[in-house]
């Protein structure tokens, strides 16, 4: 929690900050998150958290895996870590609910680099990406993220 307050602006969300804190903390509230750490210099690179359900449907469709949060540091911004943490993230998603069928979040919208990245997940089957005022909303199948982590093998295991 305490890195993703320090990192609250990087989120580039447009929301005020009590919005932003409840979407950093429900995972740890009504989900789980995770930690990427690097071993040298012992510092954390990245977080994530996903909640099961929606608000909307007072978190009844479990199916549905919804990510709350996710931050790389801009120093560790590279493919490599995204699989790994990509993986690590599905690993948990199952584990806690291995009736997951769909992942489903939300990103600023417009920002080149960020959407070049989040394309390879919008190009699999089944997958959408739609507007809505400056964010896009993003749904995979669960199944098709678990295929493309996959298809990186050893380079995509945590």
């Not at 919804?66 to 995204?82: N, W």
Request: net charge negative; aromatic share 12%; proline share 6%.
């Amino acid at each position: 929690m305490h890195f993703l307050l320090q990192h609250h602006d990087g989120l580039n969300l447009p929301y005020p900050f009590a919005m932003k804190l409840s979407f950093m903390s429900s995972p740890l509230l009504f989900g789980k998150a995770i930690l990427v750490i690097d071993e040298e210099p012992y510092e954390i690179a990245a977080a994530a958290g996903f909640v099961y359900g929606t608000g909307a449907n007072e978190y009844q469709d479990r199916h549905i895996c919804q990510v709350e949060v996710a931050f790389i540091r801009e120093e560790y911004r590279r493919t490599s870590l995204f699989i790994r943490g990509l993986h690590a993230l599905a690993a948990e998603m199952k584990a806690g609910n291995p009736d997951v069928e769909q992942v489903q979040f939300w990103a600023p919208a417009g920002q080149e680099n960020l959407e070049k990245l989040l394309s390879k997940l919008v190009a699999l089957p089944g997958s959408t990406r739609s507007i809505v005022n400056d964010l896009a909303f993003y749904t995979v199948p669960f199944r098709e993220v678990e295929s493309y982590c996959h298809r990186f093998g050893s380079r995509a295991e945590p």
